[in-house]
């Protein structure tokens, strides 16, 4: 985690990533992006790879990297666009992540890693937000300290300008009671107001 914030932190403002990264075991480091953040992702990893190297100081660029660290990308830029990212990424997730993960942790021999379609999405846990530091996630809307979560994958709808291709045109949807269980695990680290973020909110009227 200490190499990515100083990799942030080494970061000019007007280049910096938006969206949170995720780092396992020191050795891995993944980015979900969307088109408009592709070239702060692309910088990002850029660092990383380059403190990763051993210390942070230029004059050990060129040694051997102490952390071997490995760039993962995903999300709807990389799942409709994959090539864009070969330069600058170890592995390339197109789809949906969570089995994809699984493939690339039991040492996947190739860059582009399939993403399966996970049909009932109650056999995903809730987000384990107890883990990390959640006092660092104060999005506000209407003054009022907001959560992000959803409720369904995919959409049944054909837009060509839509990013649907990273999780299909098959609407699913998780229960009521999985729904109002993260909730609730959400309110517990003091937040009131919650962001849906599915393509589709409505598309099941019950």
């Known amino acids: ?99 994809a993960m699984d493939k690339i942790l039991d040492k996947c021999e190739h860059a582009f890693v399939k993403g399966e379609m996970i049909e009932n999405l109650d056999e995903l846990p809730i987000p384990a937000r107890d883990m990390i530091d959640m006092s660092k996630y104060n999005m506000e809307i209407e003054g009022k300290r907001t959560a992000t979560l959803i409720t369904s994958r995919g959409c049944q709808g054909a837009c060509c300008y839509c990013s649907r291709k990273s999780l299909g045109n098959i609407w699913r949807g998780r229960s009521a009671r999985k729904i109002v269980e993260e909730m609730e695990d959400i309110s517990k680290h003091g937040y009131s107001n919650f962001y849906f973020q599915d393509d589709v909110f409505c598309w099941d009227m019950k």
């Open 1 to 99: 985690g200490d190499l990515v914030q100083r990799a942030i932190r080494s970061i000019p403002p007007f280049m910096r990533i938006k969206e949170p990264v995720k780092v396992i075991m020191s050795h891995w480091s993944d980015s979900d992006m969307t088109t408009p953040m592709f070239s702060e992702a692309k910088n990002l990893a850029g660092w990383i790879r380059f403190l990763s190297q051993g210390e942070y100081y230029p004059r050990n660029y060129h040694e051997k990297r102490s952390f071997n660290t490995e760039i993962i990308v995903g999300g709807p830029h990389a799942s409709a666009a994959p090539e864009n990212c070969i330069d600058f990424a170890d592995y390339i997730v197109i789809g949906e992540g969570e089995r």
